[in-house]
C-alpha cells in the first residue's frame, strides 16, 4: 500500500518535506479489530506538533493522520460491530481502557503518533473506536469531524457556556469554523464573537454566522463568559484572558503551544488576566464518547465544513499550507476516490 511516512523529527523551516511515500505491506486487523481501506485524511495542527517534536511519536518511522475515512475492507477474528463495505471513520483516539476519563489514562493510544494512522491506504484499529459515519457527509466532508470537530465539541462543553452567555473563539481554523456553527446549535441566544489574525478569516467567520470578529486585540462589544483557543501562539492566550468577564473561564484547545512567543508570559498580570475568578482549563484529546456523540450531532446541526483537497502524495504541501495559515477550514488528503456525497 501507499503511505507517507516519517521519518524524523525537525522543524518544518529546516525541512519542509518531512514525510516521504513509500510502499509497504497492508496490514493485517489482529483480534477485534477491523481494516479500513481509507478514502480520506483530514490534516491536523497535532500532525505538525509531532513532526516537528513538540508531541514526538514513541518510536519512528510512523504513518501519522488522526481524521480517518474509510470503508470496512477486512474483520479481525471476533469483529462483529460492523459490516464488510460500512463506512466508518476514526479520530486521535485508536484504543484506551474505555473508561469515562480514557482520554487522561495511560494506556490512551493516539491514531498517527502512538500507531500508523491514516495517510496511508489501509490503516487497523480496535472495531470498538471506529464510529459510523452520517450519510449527510461525503468522505471529505466527514475527516475533519473527527478531530477537529469532535475536540471542539468537547472544548465547547468544557466552557460550561449557558444559553445567553457570550462565547468567543481565538483562532478560526479546522476546529474553530464547526465550533462556531455547534455553537449556534446549542446554544442559539449565544453571542459568539471571533478573534482571528487574518481579515480573510474574520470574513469567513461572519459569513458562517458569528455576531462579531476582530484581531487578537480588539475589543468586543462585550466580555465574554467563556473563551475557546485553538491557536499555536501565547498571545492569544493573554489577550483572552485580558477579555474574560469575571468568572469566565479560558478554554485552551490545542495539544502544545510553540514556543515562538512564549516570553509573553512574562508580561501577565494578575490583576488584569487572573484575578476575579477567572479559570483557565485545558483539553487533553477525546474519548470514544465525544466522538460517538458528536457525528449524530453534527449531522443534525446541518454543519457545513469548509475544506481544501490535497492528494496523498502532497501532504507535505498540505502542512505547509497548514502552517502558514493559508488553509480556510480544514486540509483533507484524497486517498481513495470512493465518496459517497450526497451532494
Known sequence: MRAMVLRSTALLADNPRPLSLVDMPRPTPAAGEILIEISTCGVC????????????????????????????????????????????GVGWIHSSDGSEKENLNADF????????????????VPETY???????FSDVEAAPLLCAGAVGYRALRLTGLENGQVLALTGFGGSG????????????????????????????????????????????????????????AWKPVLAALEQLRPGGRLV??????????????????YEDHLWLEKEIKTVANVTRQDI??????????????????????????????????????????LIKQMDTSIN
Open 252 to 269: 485552551m484547545n490545542v495539544i502544545r503551544k510553540e514556543h515562538a512567543d512564549r516570553h509573553l508570559l512574562a508580561d501577565i498580570r
Open 177 to 232: 469554523h464547526l465550533v462556531l456553527q455547534m455553537a449556534r446549535h446549542l446554544f442559539p441566544g449565544s453571542p459568539v464573537y471571533v478573534f482571528a489574525r487574518s481579515a480573510e478569516k474574520r470574513a469567513f467567520a461572519l459569513e458562517l454566522g458569528a455576531d462579531w470578529s476582530g484581531d487578537t486585540d480588539d475589543k468586543p462589544p462585550s466580555a465574554p463568559h467563556a473563551v475557546i483557543d485553538t491557536t499555536p
Open 45 to 88: 495542527h497535532t500532525e505538525l506538533d509531532e513532526i516537528e517534536g513538540r508531541v514526538p511519536p514513541p518510536s519512528l518511522p510512523i504513518i501519522p493522520g488522526h481524521e480517518v475515512v474509510g470503508c470496512v475492507a477486512e474483520k479481525g477474528h471476533g469483529s462483529s460491530r460492523f459490516k464488510l463495505g460500512d463506512r466508518v
Open 109 to 124: 493510544v493516539a491514531t498517527g503518533r502512538d500507531t500508523n494512522g491514516g495517510y496511508a491506504e489501509y490503516m487497523t
Open 292 to 333: 460517538a456523540e458528536f457525528l449524530p450531532l453534527a449531522a443534525h446541526a446541518g454543519l457545513k465544513i469548509a475544506t481544501a483537497t490535497y492528494a496523498l502524495e502532497a501532504a507535505n504541501e498540505a502542512l505547509l499550507d497548514l502552517q502558514s495559515g493559508q488553509a480556510r477550514g480544514a486540509n483533507v488528503l
Open 130 to 136: 471506529a464510529y459510523p459515519i452520517p450519510a449527510a
